[in-house]
């Protein structure tokens, strides 16, 4: 019996600690690209590189996501963003970088999401691996199976590392994560790796994996 109720309390102690850690916020990178794909993706394109279908038909020229926004200041950004950077000097735009039809989002956008956005941007223009599936259907599948040991951040400090004694990868370090290719990532999750790392092949779907590669990705950024 005294064996049971420790069963029970340490079950208890387990839906808990996962019932607050899949309330913990996402990354950032993970919100600015829902407001990307909402706001930005219909003229910037779902690469970033300005070729959005939206921009086809104004026939506008939309900057190249994945080299303007590496040579930009977050501060700079967020004036460009916010179409704070408008006001004109001797009949020029301040940073001579806006486009009139680019539109102002700072009645639209809060700080925080701004920052988020911003967050995507530096990932687009810096990732060396694509999105292969969806990021939401990802962080639904990441609280289910993998927060219990790689953390609700990411960085390998989940509630299953203390009891059992693991280190796993830190999934925020993208010295880690970008080493290996989505080829590798995939197949390290759907046949597992090494000792602790279990393999899932017979529970989530190729197109699960991808999803959950995707949202991992976002993590590191």
Not at 51 to 61: E, S
Not at 109 to 132: D, G, W
Request: proline share 5%.
């Amino acid at each position: 019996m005294k064996n049971i109720i420790h069963v029970i309390l340490l079950q208890t102690l387990l839906t808990f600690a996962c019932i607050w850690e899949v309330a913990a916020s996402p990354p950032p990178a993970f919100e600015g690209r829902g407001l990307y794909v909402s706001y930005c993706q219909l003229c910037h394109g779902v690469t970033g590189k300005g070729n959005g279908p939206l921009a086809k038909a104004m026939r506008i020229n939309p900057a190249d996501l994945t080299t303007t926004v590496r040579s930009r200041s977050d501060t700079i950004l967020v004036k460009i963003i916010t179409g704070e950077g408008r006001p004109t000097i001797t009949g020029r735009n301040r940073h001579d970088m806006i486009s009139n039809s680019m539109p102002e989002w700072k009645n639209i956008f809060n700080k925080s999401q701004i920052k988020s956005l911003i967050a995507y941007l530096r990932f687009m223009s810096r990732a060396k691996h694509n999105l292969m599936g969806d990021p939401k259907i990802g962080l639904q599948l990441y609280n289910q199976y993998c927060q219990v040991c790689h953390g609700v951040e990411g960085e390998g400090d989940g509630v299953m590392t203390k009891l059992i004694g693991i280190v796993p990868m830190d999934l925020t370090n993208p010295l880690e994560t970008d080493r290996l290719d989505n080829k590798e990532l995939i197949k390290s999750i759907l046949d597992g790796n090494g000792r602790y790392m279990p393999a899932w092949r017979d529970i989530l779907s190729q197109g699960d994996v991808e999803s959950l590669v995707s949202y991992i990705r976002l993590l590191a950024h």
